[in-house]
């Protein structure tokens, strides 16, 4: 697999902790050779830490921290153009920034956070996605890279006090189906991995920061770790070209 990662340049999205910052690691363990990787999220210091972190272990791997606001068009239609000369060959996109904003029945969800969660979790992905596909258009092979989008059992199977997160990851799946579907003809995979509960920052972000009602959601059950994700999504990236992981589920063995 570090063969067929080698030399590549790998753009995550919600680098900054969670299961972004966990691909960003698992790639630069997996394959250091030659691997180039743009760390993007909101929050810059703790991007620089998990550069520091990386380029403390992986010393053949370049690592890049920008910050970008996925739900900013603005910021997304400028950002392969303001990346330096040897990151802007862009092999991999992992769209993996997203978040839920609050616990409520349909009726009581505010209208700040119903705007925050579509227009990160999926006008954000979809931004992202045409910034970067010029690329893969452009190579004289006819077109090839890899998009990686971090979907949500949240998108198959909707759940009470969830509508509006639900929905914005059922629209990432149909998003990401159709995609697949109109490039079929080219050598671009398009993929979807779709976690069950996984223990990040992501309830903490849901309950605005109230750390104890978050602590709460793992008690008694045995979530999975961030890492189990990007080892999933690493793997799929290094997948003979012929091979697309176009839809996969990973739960805790605990999740019904
Ligand atoms: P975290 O809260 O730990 O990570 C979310 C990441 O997204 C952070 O790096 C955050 O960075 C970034 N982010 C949020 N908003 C923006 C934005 N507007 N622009 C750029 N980056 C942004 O949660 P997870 O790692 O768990 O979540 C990652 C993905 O996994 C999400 O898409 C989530 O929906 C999905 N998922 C998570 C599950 C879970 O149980 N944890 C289950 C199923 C799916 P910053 O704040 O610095 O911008």
Redesign the pocket.
């Known amino acids: 697999m570090a063969q067929r990662l080698k030399g590549k340049t790998i753009v995550i999205?919600?680098?900054?902790?969670?299961?972004?910052?966990?691909c960003a690691l698992e790639f630069a363990r997996t394959s250091p050779e030659d691997l180039k990787i743009v760390l993007?999220?909101?929050?810059?210091d703790?991007?620089k830490e998990v550069a520091k972190e990386i380029e403390g272990f992986a010393k053949g791997v370049k690592v890049l921290p920008v910050k970008?606001?996925?739900?900013?068009p603005e910021e997304v239609s400028g950002f392969v153009e303001g990346l330096p000369e040897e990151f802007r060959g862009v092999d991999v996109l992992v769209?993996?920034?997203?978040?839920?904003k609050g616990m409520a029945q349909a009726p009581d969800i505010l209208p700040a956070d119903i705007d925050?969660m579509f227009?990160?979790?999926v006008t954000?992905l979809i931004n992202m996605t045409q910034a970067i596909l010029p690329i893969y258009k452009s190579r004289p092979d006819g077109g090839s890279g890899d998009i990686i989008n971090?979907?949500?059992?949240?998108g198959r199977e909707p759940y009470q006090g969830g509508s509006i997160?639900c929905a914005?990851?059922a629209a990432?799946r149909s998003f990401t189906d159709a995609l697949r579907r109109e490039l079929i003809s080219t050598r671009i995979r398009v993929m979807e991995i779709?976690?069950?509960?996984?223990?990040?920052?992501?309830?903490?972000?849901r309950f605005y920061g109230d750390k104890e009602k978050a602590r709460k959601v793992y008690e008694g059950v045995q979530?999975?770790t961030?890492e189990d994700?990007a080892e999933v999504v690493v793997f799929a990236a290094g997948r003979r070209e012929n091979v697309v992981l176009a839809d996969t589920l990973v739960f805790p063995n605990h999740q019904a």
């Not at 999205?13 to 966990?22: D, R, Y």
């Not at 970008?68 to 900013?72: A, F, I, Q, T, Y």
């Not at 769209?95 to 839920?100: E, I, P, S, Y």
């Open positions: 999205t919600g680098a900054s902790s969670g299961i972004g910052k966990s993007t999220a909101r929050r810059i703790t991007l970008l606001d996925v739900s900013r769209n993996n920034a997203g978040l839920v925050t227009s990160t979790n954000g971090i979907g949500s059992i949240a997160y914005t990851k990432v779709d976690p069950g509960q996984v223990e990040t920052e992501f309830s903490v972000v979530p999975l961030p994700i």
